[in-house]
DNA sequence: AGAATAGTGTCTTTCAGACACTATATG
DNA sequence: CATATAGTGTCTGAAAGACACTATTCT
């Protein structure tokens, strides 16, 4: 039992989704190392050890890099190893699901040329490195299942935000319409926000704007809507 | 951007579960090797390349070691890191979930004297190995949430079960008692079991056995039972 | 006024909880 | 027979879906 093992190599990667204009967007950055020079990825690399504390931090450290900030949604999604997914050998990925609002983000993107939004409907016509293409889906699940229990899309908005905008958000995420009566009723019941305020012209009536209770935890309900 | 990272001690690590005699138990070994030598721990070690293709491969392997055979449900948990956890350096654990029938198991366990089924109320006297005391209380609480939407219980049952004894291993996972009816209306509803050709007597009536349907996946309720 | 969007009232539907009732086994 | 456990019938309650209705803003 005093075989020495080889470590695999062992990397973090982070989904970060956003929504903008009815489209899920996911972050990806040109690779400029090898393998897979030049193809898209997601963000991602090595533990630091001297700076990080753990891989969240790692992933937090990659997204920043990026972005230019920490998501405002940060959760591990999935391991994933083999021989043959990394030519260098047998390797890990610890795959973290992250969100942000657009606004917030944007600007810092269009600096870094290397990084940019790509909306998840137009991933097929490009050439993903490793498996990424596959963690994107499992993510992308895993954001629709979350959607149908808990409020983790308002993480796709601003601090201050309107029914209306987090609906489309949802609606955007799980591909179908929900009722607005439906999400008044979970926003209420969760009692995790606050009516800001402000509120703000949409075209008819002036539409209330909300926050999150500061320090406020996501809720779980305990029916899920239905797809 | 060529700095060479040094990759962390990789290992992993199974919570396995089974519920007998209205007990859950997790099951554990008395660490043969440094580091925390004569405490007990969760099973599991590193990833042997040569052998395994992937880390649930790896999570299988060093459970059929301690257990005989491959458990009947296995999931990733989630990954734990960092600097201080191992004492050998920074480290990542990646823990599976695990459930099995006592019957099949109990036999191989008995002969291994290593390994041993510890009850979840016991947990607390003993001197666990590493954070593994935080992981299972993590894989309680995600086995405990599985339960509400899922029969993900059946797999600490025999290939044949009764109605009771289902309602029985979920009464003791969520510690609470819930309605025959709720679980035969579950049942029916998610169509993944079959009537057994045989009953088993039970003190008053006699019961039907139930199989799961050969092939048949685990179907999410969108309701959850009540805790 | 008319159009557009915000927000509410309320009926229906679905499924879990409660619990009594029937069915079938044993002694 | 009594007792025990298996299994069903059915009412209630809670929360989602549907959708019409009111409220407010703009042109």
Redesign the pocket.
Known sequence: MSAEYTNPLFTVDSVLFTVKNEQLLVLLVKRAQAPFIGDWGLPGGFIDEKIDNNTDATARRKLQAKTGLSPAYLEQLQAISGPDRDPRGFSVTLAYFALVAYQDVSPQIASVESASWIALKDLAKLNLAFDHLHIIEAARQRLQQKTLYSMTPVFCLPTQF???QLKSVIETIIEKP?????L???IE?SDIFEISEE?I????????LYTLKPGADLVN??????L
């Open positions: 309107t029914i209306a929900i009722q607005r009566k439906s008044m009723r979970r019941a509120k012209p949409s075209g008819g009536r002036m539409a209330q309900f305990e029916r899920n809507l239905s």
